[in-house]
């Protein structure tokens, strides 16, 4: 086989992108649609959304549109977007059916919106008004639908394909025509490619072995002209302009069904020879799709997508770990898998509180390590929990409380093989000799303590039991008491361990950290009513110990002279944290100003008591040492 042969055959081999760009590793997935519901000005515009497996999908930008309609077509809405990647894989084209039915109804479209981008980001865009740019061919024409465009190899030209209707003919065709270099207007009259025998929209063209395959809704007449079955159909050709051989069988699981679909797209996985044949059930705002490997036989059953969005007939092309950054920093929503980099960590930006969305974290613990604030959080592992689930501990850095770094998941509940709970409740992390000390606590087997060389870890069990059992809690008698842990280390050098539920303890650590030193003591004052989270600070040589009080829990605060007490308490710093049962807080100084670390439930839908997001708002002294009652705020410390 000659270069020039096995060069010929590399560049037919195209999928749904059309492209070459299988030089390029593709690790997720973009989905380009219009909006099924929301508002009727906002749905017929351009959205995105971005999967790491083609099934579970999010949507960026909030779903709101990432192109104005008003800004690309001529009737201010958009229909049917469809994407592809061009034949060299550095750009991208995108069509759509230029339709407001919103405001025009569904009488009448002449138009099409072609779009051409380099980094997706940024869209140059032209509208193709057939009946005013070919009058003679196309002066009584109805309908301009669900464009879509295919790189033909042999003309080195991408075509575009669409469905026509003229007003004085029911029958729907598709009508082909090459597109100019700058992908802003038509070589020539479109003409006549594929006439299906009882008329199709929404064609969909990908090409496999040697063959073009069209996939498309078609549907089936009475000898009356009366429709009694539709679904999605496919027609084959081994030329791209056919002639097509149309199959009469129904693909889609729906076919003999009431259930009406349209809009079917079939992509290629990553990585995969499978091929997903997904489909828009418009009168249920549902996405389903099935599953083939040579596109002829396709799976009996259908899968459906999660998604937090309701899309309208859109299209999916591959995109790299490169292009899904590019997406987040412009419009977020880009699921973590997609941004973390080859070292494991993953960059986001703190937009308000909670300052991180894309997980839930609680328990909060923090301190400064020169220009740097790390953070040490617990995990709820899933929204909408009826119960706590925490199997494992999380960290993050910043140095401006605006750009963070999460770092690998640096210890897990299953690191200490003497836990007997399997549950990850709070803890805090300190710096001490060289080392960092991470003091965890579980749901009855007591408190542990790991190390680690670096702050991010990867951290490890010290020593291989527990530090602290409820039976150091003397004057406890649920199983629940030995929680919480926090440590504070003096001006003199003297290490002291805080924690407790329903009474708070402390103790001296020895200068190994690893070691109690003394005897176990408890602290009581007049006013305290200590639930747990007791976190000590110091300022001006005042000793502040703060504890979530009450239940729901607030937080409350007491000072002393001296980190024994006498404690004299102070009131309540921190109000009932929205949608949560508890609160947790971390107070400390960051880049010479105050900050008050806490969680609350308030990611929506699915934040509560037990699926909690951490916060961050500022904390302000009074002239005589006491603390103002905590703002709580959506803005956050962001500025």
Not at 301 to 318: A, C, L, M, N, Y
Request: net charge neutral; aromatic share 16%.
């Amino acid at each position: 086989m000659n270069k020039y042969l096995l060069k010929t055959i590399l560049f037919t081999i195209v999928g749904f992108s059309g492209l070459l760009a299988q030089n390029k590793k593709m690790d997720g997935y973009l989905f380009a649609y219009f909006e099924g519901k929301g508002p009727g000005e906002k749905q017929e515009q351009l959205r995105f959304a971005v999967s790491d497996d083609a099934v579970n999908w999010k949507a960026l930008n909030n779903n709101e549109p990432v192109v104005a309609s008003k800004d690309i077509s001529n009737t201010g809405g958009i229909r049917d977007p469809h994407i592809l990647r061009s034949a060299d894989g550095n750009s991208f084209y995108m069509t759509a059916t230029d339709m407001n039915t919103k405001k025009n109804g569904w009488d009448y479209n002449p138009g099409i919106v072609l779009m051409h981008s380099n980094n997706l980001l940024d869209w140059k865009s032209s509208v193709i008004d057939l009946e005013k740019l070919y009058p003679k061919k196309f002066k009584d024409i109805k309908w301009v639908w669900a464009p879509q465009t295919f790189y033909d190899t042999k003309a080195k030209k991408y075509l575009v394909y669409f469905t026509v209707r003229f007003k004085y003919n029911l029958k729907l065709d598709f009508y082909c025509a090459y597109a100019n270099k700058d992908f802003t207007a038509f070589e020539q009259e479109p003409k006549l490619m594929f006439s299906p025998k009882d008329g199709a929209i929404d064609g969909d063209i990908i090409y496999k072995d040697g063959m073009y395959h069209f996939f498309y809704k078609g549907n089936t007449k009475d000898e009356n002209g009366k429709e009694i079955k539709n679904g999605i159909k496919q027609a084959t050709s081994k030329k791209l302009q056919g002639p097509w051989k149309e199959s009469f069988e129904y693909l889609d699981y729906y076919s003999d069904k009431k259930t009406a679909v349209e809009g079917s797209s079939v992509f290629k996985l990553n990585n995969s020879d499978e091929y997903i044949l997904m489909y828009d059930l418009y009168s249920s705002g549902r996405y389903e799709f099935q599953r083939s490997k040579d596109l002829y036989h396709f799976t009996d059953k259908t899968e459906s997508f999660t998604k937090d969005f309701f899309p309208r007939h859109g299209s999916v092309i591959g995109i790299t770990k490169e292009e899904a950054k590019r997406l987040n920093e412009k419009w977020g929503g880009v699921p973590q898998s997609l941004l973390t980099s080859k070292d494991g960590t993953f960059q986001f930006k703190a937009e308000g509180n909670p300052i991180i969305k894309h997980k839930f974290t609680a328990d909060p613990a923090a301190f400064v390590e020169k220009d740097t604030l790390w953070l040490f959080t617990g995990h709820d592992f899933e929204g909408g929990q009826k119960g706590y689930k925490l199997k494992d501990w999380l960290v993050f850095s910043t140095t401006d409380l605006k750009n963070w770094t999460e770092y690998p998941v640096p210890l897990k509940i299953e690191d200490f093989k003497w836990d007997k709970t399997n549950d990850a409740y709070a803890g805090q992390t300190i710096k001490r000799n060289g080392k960092y000390y991470w003091y965890i606590s579980t749901n009855g087997s007591g408190i542990g303590v790991a190390v680690s060389d670096k702050p991010q870890g990867p951290y490890k069990d010290a020593i291989g039991k527990p530090l602290l059992t409820n039976a150091d809690c003397f004057a406890s008698t649920h199983s629940w008491t030995c929680i919480d842990p926090s440590v504070f280390i003096d001006d003199d050098g003297q290490a002291w361990l805080f924690w407790g539920n329903g009474v708070c303890y402390y103790a001296k650590l020895k200068e190994n950290m690893i070691e109690i030193d003394g005897p176990v003591k408890k602290i009581d004052f007049e006013g305290l009513q200590f639930t747990e989270a007791p976190w000590v600070h110091k300022k001006n040589g005042k000793y502040y110990l703060s504890y979530a009080t009450g239940f729901p829990e607030k937080i409350a605060y007491a000072m002393a002279d001296n980190i024994e007490g006498p404690y004299e308490y102070k009131g309540i710093l921190n109000e009932i944290a929205g949608n949560s049962n508890t609160n947790h807080q971390a107070i400390l100084e960051f880049k010479g100003k105050p900050y008050f670390i806490y969680h609350n439930g308030a990611i929506q839908t699915n934040g509560s008591s037990y699926s909690r997001s951490v916060c961050i708002d500022k904390l302000e002294y009074n002239n005589d040492g006491t603390i103002k009652r905590i703002v709580m705020t959506t803005e956050g410390v962001i500025k």
